[in-house]
């Protein structure tokens, strides 16, 4: 849901900036994020305070501490805190990460992680099953399904939401 970012009426923000690999700002860009040779040309890479491994962070300050890179994760997290979610923390955790692939698929970041971290983190590797490259070419027949995850969105939302 976050990707709505790129519609129009949400603001038409390009691709580049709604949908991708998430990372920490604000400590040393790791080897492990995509593109990483690319991190070189950002300012940040020359900033005293930015690269070192903790940063402006303490080792165990847990992620809900650390500033992100701009995605569809953290908009729809921030949708979902705004709005008052029932979620539990591990469902918040995989809407927050689930693009973090530094984390969860190299193990890039951990220093950062608070033990609820790696709890919730736990349950983002089962997510991540059905996530990004799970895709199937056999359309989903979205009546059918839609009472389904209605029901769901009527469990942990208010009926209308602030975006």
Same mark, same amino acid.
């Given at each position: ?48 305070? &930015? ?25 729809? &997290? ?19 990460? $689930?693009?973090?692939?530094? @984390? ?16 919730? @983190?736990?349950?983002? $590797?089962?997510?991540?099953? &059905? ?33």
């Amino acid at each position: 849901l976050g990707k709505i970012l790129h519609l129009p009426q949400f603001g038409e923000l390009p691709q580049w900036a709604v949908v991708g690999d998430t990372f920490p700002v604000g400590c040393a860009f790791d080897e492990k994020n995509v593109h990483h040779k690319y991190f070189k040309e950002n300012p940040d890479s020359k900033n005293p305070a &930015y690269n070192t491994k903790d940063g402006v962070y303490s080792k165990g300050c847990g992620l809900d501490n650390v500033l992100m890179s701009w995605g569809h994760d953290d908009y729809m &997290y921030m949708v979902a805190k705004e709005n008052g979610t029932t979620l539990p923390s591990p469902g918040l955790f995989i809407i927050r990460y $689930h693009s973090f692939y530094p @984390l969860h698929k190299e193990g890039a970041y951990t220093h950062l992680m608070s033990e609820e971290d790696f709890e919730n @983190l736990k349950w983002l $590797h089962i997510f991540n099953k &059905y996530d990004l490259y799970s895709k199937s070419k056999v359309l989903v027949d979205v009546e059918k399904v839609k009472p389904y995850y209605q029901s769901l969105i009527d469990k942990y939302f208010p009926a209308k939401l602030k975006w």
